[in-house]
């Protein structure tokens, strides 16, 4: 039994050593910008901060594959609530043609997450101001 559990402490042991800490040095040069880097400071520089750190491990290609999957549906519109909320509606006498717009720009931005380009975004932030001056 005492064998068992010392091989098996051996055993961790020789899985957790190739993950090596690492050192990052915060140098401070006078005259120049502040940098972070894994070799020590040169002479001239002074060490601000000096912080040792364990890389994160490699993925597998199913941890790779399930992150991938999770990115590509956070932004997804969810159906289940979508269909649970009322879009209001609103007339023109209501609201000023500045909210309309406005009102229609935030629907558009909810409805392509994050797959926009700047210049359509840069076209809505236009159709806006006309509208709102």
Do not use: H
């Not at 050593?17 to 401070?28: E, F, G, M, R, T």
């Not at 399930?66 to 209501?94: D, F, G, H, K």
Request: charged share 25%.
């Amino acid at each position: 039994m005492d064998t068992t559990v010392r091989t098996l402490g051996i055993a961790a042991f020789l899985l957790i050593a190739p993950a090596q800490a690492q050192v990052i040095y915060k140098c401070v040069e006078k005259g120049k910008p502040v940098s972070f880097q894994t070799t020590p400071c040169p002479v001239t520089a002074k060490v601000a901060d000096a912080k040792a750190f364990v890389p994160d491990r490699e993925l597998t290609w199913q941890e790779k594959r399930q992150r991938e999957a999770q990115w590509a549906t956070r932004n997804a519109p969810q159906a289940s609530t979508a269909a649970n909320i009322p879009t209001p509606t609103v007339t023109p006498s209501s609201r000023s043609q500045c909210e309309l717009t406005r009102a229609e720009r935030e629907r558009w931005e909810r409805a392509s997450g994050l797959s926009r380009s700047y210049d359509t975004v840069r076209a809505w932030n236009e159709r806006v101001a006309r509208a709102c001056n």
